[in-house]
């Protein structure tokens, strides 16, 4: 079981941690960050198996994974 801890400030929206997520846990946010961006958030924290294949793609360094 894993936990996905997003830093809103610092996601851009790029989307490349949705496309990658095995179980289809992450969306994107309604609302928006404080640079105008709508991060990713986690949709279904349940079923994250911790593979932080999220967290090694994301270009700004926004996700960190807990197992």
Do not use: Q, W
């Not at 609302?31 to 986690?42: A, I, K, L, Q, W």
């Amino acid at each position: 079981m894993g936990k996905v801890v997003i830093d809103k400030e610092r996601c851009k929206g790029c989307r490349l941690c949705i496309e990658v997520c095995p179980k289809h846990l992450l969306g994107v946010a309604e609302s928006t960050n404080s640079f105008g961006y709508r991060p990713v958030r986690v949709i279904v924290d349940e079923e994250c198996t911790g593979c932080a294949l999220c967290a090694v793609i994301c270009p700004d360094l926004a996700i960190e994974v807990y197992k």
